[in-house]
C-alpha cells in the first residue's frame, strides 16, 4: 500500500509561487507514475501535472509555462513549483501515485489527503 502524503500548501498574493511537494511511502511496490491533480469548488478534479517514472511529463494546458513538476526517485517525492500563480488557480491540490506491486502488472492508483492552495490578494 502507498500513502502518498502532501504539504506545501497556503494562501498567496497573485503573481507570487509557492511549492507542493508530495512523499510516497512505499514497501514493496513498484512506483510508475506521481502527479498533481486540483479541484477547486464546484468543480470536478481536474488533471494538473504527471511525471513517469522515465521522466515523461504531462501538464494541463491552463498550467504550462507557469508550472513545473518535478520528481525524486530517490525519495519517492514529487514537487509542483507554481509560477504566477492566478486567483483561477485557487484549489484544493491532490497528489496521485501509480503503482504496482512486485512481480505484478495491476496499476493501483493512491491519492493524498489533499493540500489548500489559495491565490487571492
Known amino acids: 500500500q502507498v500513502q502518498p502524503v502532501e504539504s506545501g500548501g497556503g494562501l498567496v498574493q497573485p503573481g507570487r509561487s509557492l511549492r507542493l511537494s508530495c512523499a510516497a511511502s512505499?514497501?514493496?511496490?513498484?512506483?510508475?507514475?506521481m502527479g498533481w491533480y486540483r479541484q477547486a469548488p464546484g468543480k470536478q478534479r481536474e488533471l494538473v501535472a504527471t511525471?513517469?517514472?522515465?521522466?515523461?511529463?504531462n501538464y494541463a494546458d491552463s498550467v504550462k509555462g507557469r508550472f513545473t513538476i518535478s520528481r525524486d526517485n530517490s525519495k519517492n517525492t514529487v514537487y509542483l513549483q507554481m509560477n504566477s500563480l492566478k486567483a483561477e488557480d485557487t484549489a484544493v491540490y491532490y497528489c496521485?501515485?501509480?503503482?504496482?506491486?512486485?512481480?505484478?502488472?495491476?496499476?493501483?492508483?493512491?491519492w493524498g489527503q489533499g493540500t489548500q492552495v489559495t491565490v487571492s490578494s
Open positions: 496521485n501515485v501509480d503503482y504496482t506491486f512486485v512481480n505484478m502488472d495491476y496499476v493501483h492508483r493512491s
Open positions: 511525471i513517469t517514472s522515465s521522466g515523461s511529463i
Open positions: 512505499e514497501s514493496g511496490v513498484s512506483i510508475k507514475a
